[in-house]
């Protein structure tokens, strides 16, 4: 397949696969609001889907969908006056009455309803004679709050015909990327920063998947160049954007894979390369040498997009204490930054290095997957992804380039990610 096919089916596979079940419930939520509200049960009317799946943004396992609830203005008198509460309360009852077997609570702006497969904060809010809304915050005591989703909406779906759809489909293929890499960006953010640089540049203007991997390079590096900063500018609506977690490093790493994927153009290792940017939804390499045949064979690895959705929300680091007859010896990332690989029969003890989920109300997973000749001849690739605490014992047993990753999964969905590189050398 040529590149064009591979970017693709790619997005073909990252597509958002539950729509149908997606729909229903927000009308089931709509219908249930109209009634407490409206006396009507229809399910469409005075309601707005925004966030990435009202921006047509998102990607499958998509966790947190959005939804604002326009109240009839008659209300307003009612809750302007330190009634940000009440209101948010009235319609979490409102749809509970609907859902009575399933989770939801009010969380400071908006009422988290918690489905098996997916989450839908529900926003009640005034609309303005602007357009914008006027939304609820409890947070000191209540306050009334400005939003403008239609402005980000109309932004990206006018810019995206002026370049040739691929606004929408970068955005879908660096979710891709910040799941497979842990990183901690927004939605709205990857939304603003694609937007910002198919700005910046014509190259794309006429272009389509043929071009994808150039397209990629690009984007990676001129995202890696961005300012650090707090927030950034929202498309459209201009509202501040928060940066919750630094991603220039892993975009400047995912520039350097591009330039190595780009560089195996027509070679067996070119779909291997980009898989290493963007995940297993890439298409998967035909296995033609002996090694990766024996290597499939033998492989135990699972892999986490296979047991739960991915959809990275917070920062998460690990590190790793070594250490010898009982001794702490040094840091792994120190080590690893000067490219000394660790010796044999060394006691290894991952943790949890940096972490903010906003609550302990979470599980972590761990994978350690050994590579090498000597693992594939004593089949002990591993790779099975198992229940564990914040920290994770193990031992430099096998020669080779190992791989140590954390999951943290809330909700049932996995918010946060991180690995680490165990690099063991010969006795």
Known sequence: MSIAEDFTQFLINIRVKNDEKISQRYGEITSALNQEFRDSDSKTSNNLQVGSYGRW????????????????????????????????????????????????????????????????????????????????????GGSWKVTKPREEITAISEFNAQKNKNLRRLCKMVRAWKNKHGVGMGGLLIDTMAHNFLKSTSDYDEKSYLYYDFMSRDFFKWLSERPEQDYFAALGSGQRVRVKDKFQKPALKAYELCLLAIAAAGTDRERDKWRKIYGNCYPKPEITLASDRISEQISTEEFIEDIFPVD????????????????????????????????????????????????????????????????????????????????????????????????????????????????????
């Open 57 to 140: 943004t998102a990607i499958n396992g998509i966790s947190d969908l959005d939804m604002l609830y326009i109240v009839p203005a008659r209300y307003w008198d009612t809750y302007k006056d330190n009634g940000q509460k009440s209101l948010l309360n009235r319609t979490k009852d409102a749809i509970k009455s609907r859902y009575t077997a399933t989770t939801m609570y009010v969380d400071r702006l908006v009422v988290r309803v918690l489905y098996k497969d997916f989450h839908v904060e529900v926003q009640p809010v005034f609309e303005q004679n602007d357009g914008s809304f006027k939304y609820p915050d409890t947070y000191n």
């Open 312 to 427: 990275i929300k917070i920062p998460l680091r690990i590190d790793c204490e070594v250490s010898q007859n009982g001794f702490r010896e040094y840091l792994l990332r120190h080590v690893l930054k000067q490219k000394i690989p660790l010796r044999a029969n060394k006691k290894l003890n991952f943790f949890i290095s940096d972490i903010n989920a906003g609550d302990d109300n979470f599980s972590v997973y761990w994978k350690v997957l050994n590579r090498g000749d000597e693992a594939m001849r004593k089949k002990c690739i591993r790779g099975q992804i198992v229940l564990g605490g914040r920290t994770k014992k193990e031992e430099t047993n096998f020669r080779g380039d190992h791989i140590v990753e954390c999951y943290i999964v809330k909700d049932g969905i996995v918010i946060g990610r991180n690995k680490i590189h165990v690099p063991i050398a010969p006795l």
